[in-house]
């Protein structure tokens, strides 16, 4: 679930979740729900990928992420930014060249021939990495992209998204388990919120979302996917 945001938080939640809905990354679809990573079933769905496309919104983002980061982490505690493949790469471009910082991207798994690497990119032993992605819904991929970033000797312990989906149990206490605190801009809330005041979505279909979010579990069993 969600952690509790201050003032400059919640802000930036509402600014991105408004970004997302203006260039229709949100998606809805009851009737033909969305299987997610994870395994469970969702009627919505977010493509943080579609940012890449649009000037001001990753501008946008990309400054929330870098504040984010120095807020959270400090200035000058951050030595590189690596981007988990595939959708994390081009938000860690973005965010480390923002922070003037060097930058790495994660493979899911080495590549088969040459230097049979899994991490692209100078990193150096004892450096502390971000790991950046574009969302999380159950955190089980960022702790594969972590634990190659930790084998290549770097310290990796937190991990910033653009999108948290904030519905399903489990994410942030499986990565604080692994010892990775889990860093968002928006989350559904935001989505909604932003969606019944500008008026993005019917009635009808905002009380679908709240639906699905009074109990996604449930939701997901009884729509084909994986239950707690």
Not at 96 to 107: E, H, K, N, T
Not at 155 to 161: E, F, P, R, S, T
Not at 172 to 201: R, S
Request: aromatic share 10%; hydrophobic share 45%; proline share 4%.
């Amino acid at each position: 679930m969600t952690t509790e945001r201050n003032a400059r938080q919640t802000a930036a939640g509402k600014i991105v979740a408004k970004f997302l809905l203006d260039i229709k990354a949100v998606n809805f679809r009851p009737e033909e729900p969305y299987k997610l990573t994870a395994g469970w079933a969702s009627p919505v769905y977010i493509d943080c990928r579609k940012v890449i496309s649009f000037v001001e919104a990753r501008r946008t983002i990309t400054r929330l992420a870098a504040d984010e980061l120095n807020e959270a982490i400090g200035p000058g505690k951050i030595d590189t930014v690596a981007g988990g493949e595939t959708a994390g790469i081009p938000y860690a471009a973005w965010i480390s060249d923002a922070m003037g910082l060097p930058m790495q991207y994660v493979r899911k798994k080495p590549k088969g021939f040459g230097r049979m690497a899994q991490i692209e990119g100078e990193l150096h032993e004892g450096q502390n990495v971000v790991l950046v992605e574009d969302l999380a819904s159950s955190g089980d991929s960022k702790i594969g992209f972590v634990k190659a970033l930790r084998d290549a000797g770097a310290k990796c312990d937190h991990c910033l998204v653009v999108f948290f989906y904030g519905a399903f149990p489990g994410a942030i206490e499986m990565l604080a388990n692994e010892g990775i605190k889990l860093h968002y801009l928006a989350t559904w809330a935001d989505v909604i919120a932003v969606a019944e005041e500008g008026n993005y979505f019917s009635p009808q279909a905002i009380a679908g979302v709240k639906e699905f979010l009074k109990d996604p579990i449930g939701w997901s069993v009884a729509h084909g996917g994986k239950g707690a």
